[in-house]
């Protein structure tokens, strides 16, 4: 019986099972495990009312269903045992299907970069470098160039500029050297008979001049 269990999900003893499919035999047979444990558990809680039930007044069923209830404990304790050997097998087999996957990735990675590297060629790229860097040279001349003054130089204006900078500044000293003077005493408007000295100056020069045309006219009527 056992051996028509087992090969329900082996088959043959000399077949030749993948990882993958031997992952998903133990699948189904954690399944099968499963729902038997099921199928016990409620078989003990049944035993178990019944003896309970039938107590002391009918001696002879409740011991007939503890006996049952033993002997599902029994297959129970069987099965647990059996699903735990189960599931570490199916995880000892996924981490062996994940890891050869993993290197089977890191092989294909790895073939592809060697791929790549035989079309790869230093000096070519040391070339193109050196192209890169001359096309950026001639880029920096072109806007050096194109930044540069059109037409003739400005040194008339900025000479021009700086005269009258000059200027302005010789007057701002003047000024400053005529304001440590003090201001200018000033006849005052309210006295108009008080004559200053150009005033005096003045009429005796004008005096001067009259005595002389008077003689040029006497001397002319003689």
């Known amino acids: 019986m056992a051996s028509k269990f087992w090969s329900r999900f082996w088959g043959k003893e000399s077949e030749n099972v993948s990882t993958e499919q031997a992952i998903q035999k133990l699948r189904d047979l954690e399944d099968l495990l499963n729902k038997k444990s099921v199928y016990l558990e409620e078989n003990i809680q049944q035993e178990t009312e019944k003896a309970r039930s039938a107590g002391f007044k009918n001696k002879r069923v409740a011991l007939k269903a503890l006996k049952k209830k033993k002997n599902f404990e029994k297959q129970l304790t069987e099965v647990d045992n059996t699903l735990s050997t189960i599931e570490l097998q199916r995880e000892d087999l996924e981490n062996v299907g994940t890891t050869s996957t993993v290197l089977q990735v890191m092989k294909t990675a790895k073939e592809a970069l060697q791929k790549a590297n035989l079309k790869l060629d230093v000096d070519k ?65 309210d006295d108009p008979f008080l004559p200053d000295e150009g005033s005096k100056v003045h009429r005796k020069k004008s005096k001067g001049e009259e005595d002389d045309g008077l003689r040029e006219l006497a001397a002319w009527a003689n």
Do not use: C, F, H, Y
């Open 125 to 189: 790229i040391q070339n193109l470098m050196e192209d890169i860097e001359e096309q950026r040279e001639l880029a920096r001349e072109a806007q050096e160039a194109l930044s540069m003054r059109i037409g003739p130089d400005d040194d008339d204006e900025l000479e021009e500029e700086l005269r009258q900078m000059m200027e302005e500044e010789e007057v701002d000293d003047l000024t400053k050297e005529l304001m440590k003077l003090g201001p200018v005493p000033v006849k005052s408007v």
